[in-house]
């Protein structure tokens, strides 16, 4: 079943607002990662996450990962039109990768 | 290095009848695995393979079929279409599928059953 649960589902943001979505699993994770996929398209690895509190930063994306390992938050500031699309976290056990169902990002100029 | 390709990019079939999505990598990647995509469910992992000749379920397998002959090729097989098995489905391959592999897509089948 799903191991990961992600919020909110949806989010409309004036171009320019920030906006955050956040993964939270009821187990400690090895680690995280997230992907992005443009609409239309497929999902592509952005970062990975893996020490506890560990903050990675990509131009104006900010990922976190939770002190205790269980739940991770990306937070992109001064969206972008180019930032539309949904972001997903993903999570690995026993040899499976599981998604989160995603945040879809939609992003009004 | 093409990545991961895909065929057919769509299909329409019709309720009982079967058909085959191909799936090929040509990065050396041992971990292959099929997903599909619903509104709202995210990706859901139907079945996956560690390597040729070794395939196993996911969470969603019911209805599909795979099977590994090669390191590069992961077909999956619908049996019998149901509409329930309208979808995009997305093909995936890794490293060797540890916690820590990048997963790279390809670019989907977008499946509608009549």
């Known amino acids: 079943g799903q191991q990961v649960m992600q919020i909110p589902q949806y989010q409309h943001v004036q171009e320019g607002e920030d906006f955050t979505t956040y993964c939270n699993s009821s187990?400690?994770?090895?680690?995280i990662q997230w992907y992005k996929q443009r609409p239309g398209g497929h999902p592509v690895f952005l970062i990975q996450l893996v020490k506890s509190g560990e903050v990675k930063k990509q131009k104006r994306l900010t990922f976190q990962f939770g002190e205790a390992k269980k739940n991770s938050s990306l937070h992109i500031t001064a969206t972008q039109t180019t930032d539309v699309g949904t972001y997903f976290c993903?999570?690995?056990?026993?040899?499976?990768?599981?998604f989160g169902s995603g945040t879809k990002l939609n992003v009004k100029p | 290095n093409a990545g991961v390709t895909q065929t057919p990019k769509f299909q329409v079939l019709k309720t009982g009848q079967s058909m085959t999505l191909q799936c090929a990598q040509d990065m050396n990647h041992e971990y292959m695995s099929w997903y599909r995509q619903d509104p709202g469910m995210g990706l859901r992992l139907i079945h996956y393979s560690v390597g040729a000749g070794i395939t196993d379920q996911g969470e969603v397998p019911n209805g599909y079929n795979v099977s590994r002959s090669t390191t590069e090729d992961f077909p999956l097989r619908l049996l019998s279409a149901a509409p329930s098995q309208t979808s995009v489905y997305f093909c995936a391959s890794s490293w060797s599928g540890t916690s820590t592999d990048t997963q790279y897509f390809g670019p989907g089948t977008r499946l509608t059953v009549l």
């Open positions: 187990t400690t994770l090895s680690n």
């Open positions: 993903a999570v690995h056990n026993f040899n499976k990768f599981y």
